[in-house]
């Protein structure tokens, strides 16, 4: 079988070049030839691509083999190159092979000729392999240089036998180690922390074992050689073994994962945040029905008590526990974002001074309170008696880390959030600020308790002296609530700083207006009481009755519709709890209005995920448990409303 063959000559002779194309033709070649004399016609000839092989004639006129060497390698070809000549000494030989030829020959000698070509094209096929190899091989370094480069991941070879630690550009920026310090198995060791050593070496000894497989993967903390910075390692890399099944090296790979270490903390934190509001607001609806009932009768009986009775101080007390019980349910929705907030404009100085009287006398005597308030703080919006309910929480917990004294400092200031400055807290995003700062120069805390800050009924103080709840109110006020963010800074000894960020409003202030409540008594209004449970019934209905109104009783939102229904007179105001069997509040309000349009509703909710939902269908709510007071000031007030406002009750704002 004929082989292809493409050949330039640089031949004067043509029958010269006739005895050269006879000779390959009679090796087996089929030879395509183009014959070129001088140094134009060989750069025209250069311009295909195409050619196998070149063979030039040592010396012709005007032109000679040197020259057109040099004109091959001008043009970069990398074609064959086989010099041929009349007479040809070792000399003249040796000097065309330095020019770039590749073979030579004497034209009285052209047995060698076929056996030169077909070796010149095994080794430009070989040359051409090689060269496409060392450009993939570039080429696959370049794509991983620029992995690297972008991934930030870090490279290692550990030879153990001898300590030798070879690491890469940022692998070094990994453990705080600067490019001309000299590193070892030492410094890596040095650099691991404290509580992770163990372990982390312990691993790496186990894949040193041939029998686990040489696989290492690792992830641990380590505290940089040279900037102390803490951060989060991960090490995944590969045991290579000799023949005695000894680790006589590892080579791997080291990423900075402290980024997604604090994500995977935050989630975690707040799919605990979330199982416990699931479980508060699974029981707030029941709790708070009792609260109710407890604390409504012990205020019915107060009212009826004269101030020297020996009976008004248990029935205070009474009542006392029933509004601590409901505190306590308000932190567990607070955090769990479950408790309905009423945001308002909060000038952040003023509601510092609002505070400053209770702060003293709940902190000990022998703790200093200290305010510095930036007159620039400026305002934000959220729920003023949540944020009031975080500063105490924060106090409590100040005072009880200063038990042999010290000073409380409240601080408020405007911040302004860039993104530089916002790599140095996660927490916050870039933004304008108002900081409410509250110091204290107590304990302080290790980085293990800062671990578990937020989390719910932790707690460090003594059994039956914290719920463990005041922390997990204040990040689901401030985070979950108020759109702010939390930043803690403690060491063991030198006390704790809580900075909360709120985000600022463009103005500086607003007043709230609070309309007073007026008169509560009722003027001759008749009010639909649907609500399932008894007890909550029973006296919603007497304080009612009491006051002058006349009351239509039903157990759920079914019954309430029939009463309407067949009631003779005027419906005024309904009353409904959202949770009810058979038909439910919000139904109940839906069919309602269909039937009686203009009639306000008053919703009565325990916090539930429901009332969130539809929110957008509530005239107004009263939370529960509430008092006699507050039922009959909401209830007033619907009523006045309607008398005045032409809006339809589902379009009414939500009163108080």
Same mark, same amino acid.
């Given at each position: 079988m004929s082989k292809p063959l493409r050949l330039l000559q640089i031949e004067d002779s043509e029958s010269d070049a006739e005895i050269v194309l006879r000779?390959?033709?009679?090796?087996?070649?089929?030879?395509?030839?183009?014959?070129?004399?001088?140094?134009? !016609?060989?750069?025209r000839a250069l311009a295909d691509p195409a050619w196998d092989v070149i063979i030039v004639d040592y010396h012709l006129p005007g032109f000679d083999a040197p020259g057109a060497l040099r004109i091959l390698q001008e043009c970069g070809r990398d074609i064959p190159c086989i010099v041929v000549s009349g007479m040809m000494g070792e000399d003249t030989a040796v000097e065309m092979m330095k020019f770039g030829a590749h073979d030579y020959l004497t034209k009285n000698n052209l047995a060698r000729l076929a056996p030169a070509v077909e070796r010149e094209l095994a080794e430009a096929i070989r040359r051409r392999d090689t060269r496409q190899a060392q450009e993939e091989l570039r080429e696959s370094e370049e794509r991983l240089a620029l992995a690297a480069e972008a991934t930030q991941i870090g490279t290692f070879d550990f030879h153990p036998q001898t300590g030798k630690l070879i690491w890469s550009k940022f692998a070094r920026q990994h453990f705080g180690v600067s490019p001309e310090v000299e590193v070892g198995y030492e410094t890596f060791v040095r650099a691991l922390h404290p509580v992770d050593r163990d372990h982390a070496l312990h691993n790496i000894q186990e894949a040193m074992r041939y029998e686990n497989g040489g696989e290492y993967a690792h992830e641990y903390r380590i505290v940089g050689v040279e900037d102390g910075q803490e951060r989060w390692i991960s090490s995944r890399g590969r045991v290579f073994f000799d023949e005695q099944s000894r680790a006589v090296r590892i080579v791997g790979v080291i990423q900075n994962i402290t980024e997604r270490r604090l994500l995977e903390q935050q989630?975690?934190?707040?799919?605990?945040?979330?199982?416990?509001?699931?479980?508060? !607001?699974?029981?707030?609806?029941?709790?708070?029905?009792?609260?109710? %009932?407890?604390? !409504?009768?012990?205020?019915?009986?107060?009212?009826g008590l004269e101030p020297q009775t020996a009976q008004r101080e248990p029935m205070e007390e009474l009542s006392k526990a029933a509004m601590q019980a409901s505190a306590l349910t308000r932190q567990l929705l607070s955090f769990s974002r479950r408790q309905i907030a009423e945001p308002k404009t909060i000038v952040v100085?003023?509601?510092?001074?609002?505070?400053?009287?209770?702060?003293?006398?709940?902190?000990d005597k022998n703790v200093d309170l200290e305010l510095s308030l930036d007159p620039q703080a400026g305002a934000f919006r959220a729920d003023p008696g949540q944020i009031g309910q975080v500063l105490m929480n924060l106090a409590v917990n100040a005072k009880d880390a200063m038990p042999s004294g010290g000073k409380l400092r409240i601080e408020t200031f405007h911040c302004v959030v860039n993104e530089q400055s916002q790599r140095a807290n996660l927490h916050v995003n870039p933004g304008q600020y108002v900081v409410l700062c509250v110091t204290d120069t107590g304990t302080g805390m290790t980085a293990?308790?800062?671990?578990?800050?937020?989390?719910?009924?932790?707690? #460090?103080?003594?059994?039956?002296?914290?719920?463990?709840?005041?922390?997990?109110?204040?990040?689901?006020? %401030?985070?979950?609530?108020?759109? !702010?963010?939390?930043?803690?800074?403690?060491?063991?000894?030198r006390g704790t700083t809580f900075k909360l960020y709120f985000p600022s409003l463009d103005f500086e202030s607003a007043?709230?207006?609070?309309?007073?409540?007026?008169?509560?008594?009722?003027?001759?209004?008749?009010?639909?009481?649907?609500?399932?449970?008894?007890?909550?019934?029973?006296?919603?209905?007497?304080?009612?009755?009491? $006051?002058?109104?006349?009351?239509?009783?039903?157990?759920?939102?079914?019954?309430?519709?029939?009463?309407?229904?067949? $009631?003779?007179? #005027?419906?005024?105001?309904?009353?409904?709890?959202?949770?009810?069997?058979?038909?439910?509040?919000?139904?109940? #309000?839906?069919?309602?209005?269909?039937?009686?349009?203009?009639?306000?509703?008053?919703?009565?909710?325990?916090?539930?995920?429901?009332i969130m939902r539809h929110w957008n269908v509530l005239s107004a709510y009263i939370q529960k448990p509430y008092n006699l007071s507050d039922l009959l000031t909401q209830v007033r007030e619907l009523l006045d409303r309607k008398s005045s406002d032409p809006l339809p009750a589902q379009d009414l704002p939500a009163a108080g």
């Open positions: 000779l390959l033709t009679q090796a087996g070649f089929d030879v395509i030839s183009h014959r070129v004399e001088d140094a134009e !016609g060989l750069r989630l975690l934190q707040s799919q605990k945040l979330e199982s416990v509001g699931r479980l508060a !607001g699974s029981i707030a609806h029941d709790f708070n029905n009792l609260l109710t %009932v407890i604390n !409504g009768y012990a205020n019915l009986v107060l009212a100085n003023d509601l510092v001074k609002d505070y400053e009287n209770m702060l003293r006398h709940l902190l293990e308790v800062q671990s578990h800050l937020f989390e719910p009924f932790y707690t #460090t103080k003594e059994q039956g002296k914290g719920t463990g709840l005041g922390l997990s109110t204040v990040y689901g006020i %401030v985070v979950n609530q108020s759109s !702010g963010n939390i930043s803690v800074s403690s060491e063991p000894g007043a709230d207006a609070e309309a007073g409540s007026g008169r509560i008594s009722a003027r001759g209004e008749t009010i639909l009481l649907a609500e399932d449970e008894p007890g909550v019934r029973k006296y919603t209905r007497k304080i009612l009755e009491r $006051h002058g109104y006349a009351v239509l009783e039903a157990t759920n939102g079914l019954e309430a519709l029939t009463l309407a229904r067949s $009631h003779p007179g #005027t419906v005024h105001l309904l009353l409904t709890d959202i949770i009810m069997p058979i038909m439910g509040g919000v139904e109940l #309000t839906e069919k309602f209005n269909a039937e009686f349009p203009g009639v306000p509703v008053l919703f009565m909710s325990a916090y539930t995920d429901q």
